[in-house]
């Protein structure tokens, strides 16, 4: 799904964010939740990944899927590619969504777009914001935002929500949507009651949240 997210590493003595984008699977429960889980140990795992530039789609792993080494950025529309069998094709695809795709290192494009502000100017971009902030212990911590605006709660950071909290709350709604249909709610009483709560996403992220999953 091509949600936009913009992934930034903060120099705390600079003040100064050095960034990248990724089109597909901006939103928290997808790239959010793949920064959290598999980029929060090592801070050099970080680095590597910004300095991939600007990308396609994020893995839990830095290198390139083997179906797009093979066949390129474009691999479906690539006539090796489509001439292979279903078997085939499952083989090699197996795993992709594990591995990142970065425009230039996989798409052959010229330009390596890796981008820089201040942290205050980060803060009023738009899209679903990622920023990882350096740990004592060679890791970092994630901090995200998305349209709702700043967040202000003793664990906020410039107007971002720890991201740890943010992926937790997304969970307990997945639950709590469960035990609400076992007590007859429907989708709308569902989408007020999870408004009532303090949650770290906007009234249109909730609903949206909620519409997803109550059908599954």
């Known amino acids: ?40 140990d090592d801070i050099e795992k970080v680095r590597r990944l910004i300095s991939l530039g600007e990308l396609l789609s994020l893995g839990d792993h830095t290198s390139t899927p083997n179906v797009v080494k093979k066949y390129g950025i474009n ?51 738009q899209d679903y914001l990622y920023l990882a902030v350096p740990d004592s212990e060679g890791g970092v911590t994630w901090y995200g935002r998305g349209f709702k605006g700043e967040y202000h709660s003793d664990t906020s950071f410039h107007g971002f929500e720890k991201l740890e909290i943010i992926i937790m709350q997304l969970r307990l709604i997945i639950d709590q949507i469960k035990n609400l249909k076992e007590l007859g709610y429907n989708r709308e009483d569902a989408e007020k009651f999870f408004r009532k709560c303090k949650y770290a996403l906007s009234d249109n992220e909730l609903n949206q949240w909620v519409s997803r999953h109550w059908r599954i």
């Open 1 to 40: 799904m091509a949600v936009n997210s913009v992934i930034g590493l903060l120099d705390p003595e600079t003040k100064i964010v050095k960034f990248i984008e990724c089109y597909m699977n901006g939103a928290f429960d997808y790239n959010g939740a793949i920064l959290w889980a598999s980029y929060s």
């Open 75 to 125: 691999y479906r529309t690539n006539p090796d590619f489509q001439a292979l069998t279903p078997k085939e094709k499952d083989e090699i695809t197996t795993g992709l969504f594990d591995y990142t795709v970065a425009f230039h290192r996989d798409g052959k494009e010229d330009a390596i777009s890796i981008f820089e502000e201040s942290i205050e100017k980060y803060c009023q971009r």
